[in-house]
């Protein structure tokens, strides 16, 4: 009887944390969750009913991925802001279903280099502000400084970006997928050409047709097989850390909340309330 009592008096307290984080939230955010939501069913919807398994599925994923900033939020007990919590929304839809779905990623030149920029600055801002969030936690004994928060920052960034790859490459060889999309070229430089095996890289230039067993491509060029579609990738997203590191850095050297940290740094709950004391 008191065991019942006691998970009833945790679900009423986890309803009641659900309110109040719904109450924070601003009418932008509420509006954009409702938006994507509806479009996502749509677009779920319309693949069922086309019998697109595959579709449905990344729908599916997608509303379980909108879900993750507040778990984040209860989880770590931090308030997302506006900013970020819309971009993340968002981006989830145009990776997802206008990338995937929608075929964005193909059909659109630089759509996944865009995503991949985007994604580098909010992965740099969760781990800017995990770190921000121990930094000022006074039960901690050191300080980190503003050089090796944004150092933290950028190689969190990174690190997501590298795993990411690495999923891509995984997921291309073991199920035979195209997630790391190939690259026509119209000249490569390689060892492997050298017919004296000394390392010398040889270069072929000029190159406009792709042979298979005899057969023409039709691509216009050399298929390269992800290599610089994964480089590219890798250095846009480096791009999008370093403008929230050097962000990060300046709000910390001046000793206050920035417009950008206001924006898109997420506040632990124990400082929130210490500001609106």
Avoid at 170 to 181: G, T
Avoid at 210 to 238: A, E, R
């Amino acid at each position: 009887m008191k065991d019942k009592q006691t998970r009833k008096e945790r679900r009423e307290l986890r309803r009641q944390d659900v309110q109040r984080r719904l109450k924070r939230k601003s009418r932008a955010t509420l509006i954009t969750y409702a938006v994507i939501r509806l479009l996502i069913l749509a677009v779920m919807i319309r693949s069922i009913t086309a019998g697109n398994s595959e579709n449905a599925f990344t729908c599916l994923l997608s509303l379980f991925l909108l879900y993750l900033p507040s778990i984040i939020e209860r989880k770590l007990e931090m308030r997302l802001p506006t900013a970020l919590e819309i971009t993340v929304v968002v981006f989830i839809f145009a990776s997802e279903i206008l990338g995937e779905i929608a075929c964005f990623y193909v059909t659109v030149p630089f759509w996944d280099k865009a995503m991949h920029t985007v994604s580098g600055f909010i992965y740099a801002a969760v781990g800017y502000s995990m770190a921000d969030i121990l930094n000022r936690d006074h039960r901690i004994s050191f300080r980190l400084s503003p050089v090796f928060l944004a150092v933290v920052a950028f190689c969190f960034s990174m690190t997501i970006g590298a795993l990411w790859e690495i999923f891509e490459f995984s997921v291309d060889v073991l199920l035979n997928k195209d997630m790391q999309k190939d690259t026509v070229l119209h000249e490569i430089t390689s060892v492997a050409l050298d017919p004296t095996r000394s390392n010398i890289p040889i270069t072929v230039s000029g190159i406009r047709d792709t042979v298979v067993n005899g057969q023409s491509l039709g691509l216009g060029g050399y298929l390269d097989i992800g290599l610089h579609d994964t480089m590219q990738d890798l250095i846009v997203n480096m791009i999008g850390a370093l403008v929230f590191s050097v962000g990060g850095f300046f709000q910390q050297k001046r000793k206050k909340r920035s417009k950008m940290a206001e924006y898109f740094a997420p506040v632990a709950d124990a400082e929130e309330a210490e500001l609106h004391e």
